[in-house]
Each structure stands twice: as C-alpha cells, then as structure tokens.
C-alpha cells in the first residue's frame, strides 16, 4: 500500500487536494495514478458529481401462474410505505425508495433498492428483505418463498441491469486539460486522446462483447482502493463497468469517467481494522456527519482516482512502446 497524490477535487462534496491510499501489487498503478493527479493540481480540478445512490437486493417469489404474479406486483408497488414500516424493524438507516421487477413464467423477482446511508449496504439490505419476506407471504397467500437473493440485484457480477438502474453511487468525474499540459504532462495531444478512446474503449469494448462499459482499466484503481480503505473486493465486478467519455474543446482537452455502481461505505465490517480506520480519517471520513455524508465523500475520492489511473494509461497507449517501457522499468527485477 501507497499513499498516491495530491490530487485536486473540485465540486460541493470535496473541494480540496487530498493524498490517496492504494494497495496493489501492479506497482506501477502508483506511478501512474500519481501522474493524473499530477495534472489534476495544474488544472481547475477534478470536478465530481454524485447522480444517485442505492443498494439492491432481489428476492424470488412464485405464484401459481403469471397473472397471480402481476397481482401480487402491482398491489406490492402501492404499499411502499408499509413496506418500509417493516423494514424499519431491521435498520434504522435501511429506507427502501424503489422496486422493480420481471416476471418469467410464474416467478416473481423483486429488485428492492434502498438507501444505507454510510454503509455499502450488502448486509443491511438483506437483512430488510428477510424481515419483509414473512410479511409478504402473510400479506399474499399465494405466494411462496423461493429464495432471499435471486441474482436480479446484481451482486458481484456484470450485468446490463446494474448499469440502467445502478447499485451503490452512480458518479461521474470530470476535468478539462489544456493542449499545453497534455504536451507537457501526457505526450500527447487532444485530438489522440479521443481518437484512442473512440477505438479502444468504445469500439474495441463493442466487438469484444463487452456489457454496458468501455473503459481502460476502471478495476485496476477500484482494487486497490477498496482493499485500502476496507470495502469488499468482489464489488470491482459490478464497479469497473463505466464509460470515459472525451471531447475535444476548444483547444482542450475534455475528459470524464462515469461509475455507475461503485460500492464504499465508511462503517460496516473491515472498516474497524487499524489500517483501514487510519486510511479513512486520514480521507476525512470519519468524521461527525449527517448520515451518509462520509461514504458519498469516499466515493467522490474513489471516483477522482478512477480518472487520475484513467487519465494517464490512455495516454500512455498513444504513444509506441512507452506503457511496456514503464513496466519494465518498475516491475522487472
């Protein structure tokens, strides 16, 4: 583990340059986080924006046939406020916000969502669906359990409804660089940057297949982030599904990094390890907030250094030989 930065935040939820901590075992993801962040400081910013926050869990119900489904369904919908009368049982910060739903033959999978405040939410959701289960079944004698989670949510895989509807913090990070600095910083210009964007991330994404992404190498920097600062690392699955998005303006260089389902939170386990509460004070989430506060400033970070390790192997990739060139130089003993 490496402290990497300073980098430059910008916008309402962290507006400073902050050092951040990243555990990995590709060391040059250090080196090369640390030239975006670099650039960030000679910028205006990194400029990041939170568009949502959920976490899901889907449960599986089965009627006698599909029409005992709907009805079960479109009653459910109309009971929000009940529902979250149960799960208040189960949390204090768990509020359920939305269900959606597929019906296949006479199965009946419920995607609940709900806000978790500063927890990442896996287990506090759960934990509200298995308290709202026995009430649904007394509440609908015709439907029977099938199971508590029935991949519709999507934990820990990639899937096309985790990127349209998110799961955990939708963030898009955002910052303009000069032709100048992309000369002088990334030896590169503009105009390569995109073009390389458009043919590897977009097209090269699309024919192999790819799921609602097109990025470089979003898991890289998630990984190492969330082993540094106590989330579960599976979630770099759903996590490094995202899209960079590039412009030419003007004479600059428009650049940003879309997350839809990036999973942190501040409290819940592993956050109670020594190195993992010294990492996050040091962040500045820890502290006395309004619940949830914490855990969406860690996101903004974790978002931040996305594009920062974005940034700079794109840039690489416009030039023959340079990203082996740093390999080699860092990683061959």
């Not at 190492?224 to 989330?231: C, I, K, P, R, S």
């Not at 949830?292 to 390790?309: F, H, S």
Request: glycine share 6%.
């Amino acid at each position: 583990m490496r402290w990497v930065g300073p980098l430059k935040s910008t916008g309402s939820t962290v507006d400073e340059k902050l050092n951040v901590p990243l555990a990995t075992y590709e060391t040059p993801l250090w080196h090369s986080v640390g030239r975006g962040a670099r650039v960030s400081t000679l910028t205006d910013g990194i400029f990041t924006t939170v568009i949502d926050e959920r976490m899901s869990r889907s449960i599986l119900l089965e009627a006698d046939n599909a029409q005992c489904a709907l009805n079960a369904l479109q009653s459910i919908k109309l009971r929000v406020d009940e529902l979250n009368a149960v799960v208040t049982q189960s949390s204090r910060f768990a509020k359920l916000i939305d269900i959606n739903a597929q019906i296949v033959g006479n199965l009946l999978y419920l995607r609940l969502e709900f806000t978790t405040a500063d927890a990442s939410g896996h287990n506090m959701v759960t934990n509200a669906a298995d308290k709202l289960f026995p009430w649904l079944l007394a509440q609908y004698s015709y439907l029977r359990y099938s199971s508590i989670s029935a991949n519709y949510c999507s934990d820990k895989k990639a899937t096309a409804v985790n990127g349209i509807l998110g799961r955990g913090k939708n963030v898009v990070s955002e910052i303009i660089i000069s032709r100048e600095l992309c000369l002088r910083k990334l030896n590169t210009t503009p105009e390569k940057m995109v073009d390389l964007n458009i043919k590897k991330n977009l097209i090269g994404t699309m024919i192999a297949g790819g799921l609602r992404t097109a990025n470089a190498h979003y898991a890289n920097m998630l990984l190492a982030f969330y082993l540094a600062t106590g989330q579960d690392a599976a979630n770099i699955i759903e996590g490094s599904q995202g899209v960079v998005h590039a412009e030419v303006r003007a004479d600059d260089l428009y650049f940003s990094c879309s997350i839809p389902n990036l999973i942190v939170g501040t409290v819940g386990n592993g956050k109670d390890l020594t190195f993992v509460e010294e990492n996050l004070l040091a962040l500045g989430c820890k502290e006395q907030r309004k619940a949830g506060e914490n855990a969406r400033r860690l996101a903004v970070i974790c978002a931040a250094t996305v594009l920062c390790g974005e940034l700079s192997l794109l840039a690489a990739q416009t030039n023959p030989g340079e990203l082996m060139r740093a390999h080699i130089n860092l990683e061959r003993k």
